[in-house]
């Protein structure tokens, strides 16, 4: 019996050393996560481009954002890359660095500046990076009035290397009002060769309770001049908090919630005070019917 106990043993201490050296194999030989970096760049109204990369890890069901990386961002020159600066993605795997248009940054042939972004990963995740090229531009938003009409004008400019700005040429701008979760579009201007387009401006959209409105002109994408964006202010819009004489003053927007949702929160509170109702009545039914059953058995 002891030889039998002693085999058993040394069987069980065999086969556990077994796993444990397939684990550490195996978590060895586990490679780090893949993960993506998005990479681009924004010219801004205030003379500034706008270093955005956002970095994720791919899983079989999707990807998640990467929190707290640290993203080197570098200018691509012929001498080599010059290291611009660091920042550690936000909550939303977002990291986004501001550097001004006009810099000393080497440019290419076609007169772009060229930008990466790098992630350098750790064990645990993959190192990815990503490259922008674009051509400094800005975009001017004006308004004016004109026998009773209102407009906007969009005036548009490119950066040279020496400085000097001209005419961003014929491209088309995207004039639109920021929203809760959208951007609200209300013109398509083609700018003419000298850089300037102008549209009528609606006189429907909401503002803030003043009428101020923000109104921003961009150019998505182009293969020059990247995403450029411009913006500026202006109190065209309608009262927030006014209220028309033939519209109802039971509004989402208004102090007085609409009928329709007053009721539907009332039935919904009486549905769920009536189930706490009903199950008080029947615990007190339970506990009395409990205390005349001993009584009954007793008798018989």
Avoid at 6 to 17: D, E, H, K, P, R
Avoid at 86 to 105: C, F, M, S
């Amino acid at each position: 019996m002891k030889r039998i106990k002693t085999g058993i043993i040394l069987v069980i201490l065999f086969l556990a050393g077994m796993m444990q050296g397939f684990a550490q194999n195996n978590a060895d030989t586990t490679s780090p996560a893949v993960t993506v970096l998005r990479f681009a760049c924004v010219s801004t109204s205030d003379d500034s481009i706008q270093l955005k990369s956002v970095v994720s890890v791919k899983h079989d069901d999707g990807s998640t954002n990467l929190v707290n990386a640290p993203v080197i961002f570098y200018s691509v020159e012929k001498d080599g890359d010059l290291k611009i600066g660091e920042v550690k993605t936000d909550v939303h795997g977002t990291a986004v660095l501001k550097i001004p248009a006009r810099n000393t940054y080497l440019r290419n042939d076609q007169q772009m500046l060229s930008f990466k972004a790098m992630y350098d990963g750790n064990n645990k995740y993959e190192a990815s990076e990503g490259e922008f090229s674009l051509k400094p531009a800005k975009l001017v938003v004006s308004f004016y009035e004109e026998d009773s009409i209102r407009y906007v004008k969009v005036e548009g400019t490119q950066l040279n290397s020496d400085g000097t700005e001209v005419s961003i040429g014929a491209v088309d701008v995207i004039v639109s009002v920021p929203k809760m979760f959208s951007m609200l579009k209300i013109a398509e201007i083609s700018l003419d060769s000298t850089g300037v387009g102008t549209a009528e401006f609606p006189r429907d959209i909401i503002g803030d309770s003043t009428g101020n409105l923000t109104v921003v002109a961009s150019i998505e994408e182009n293969d020059i001049f990247g995403t450029v964006q411009g913006s500026s202010d202006k109190n065209w819009g309608l009262h927030k908090h006014l209220i028309s004489p033939d519209r109802p003053s039971r509004e989402l927007w208004t102090p007085i919630a609409p009928l329709w949702m007053i009721i539907t929160l009332i039935v919904m509170l009486l549905g769920v005070w009536g189930h706490y109702v009903y199950a008080v009545v029947q615990l007190v039914m339970i506990s009395k019917s409990s205390k005349t059953l001993p009584a009954e058995n007793s008798k018989k």
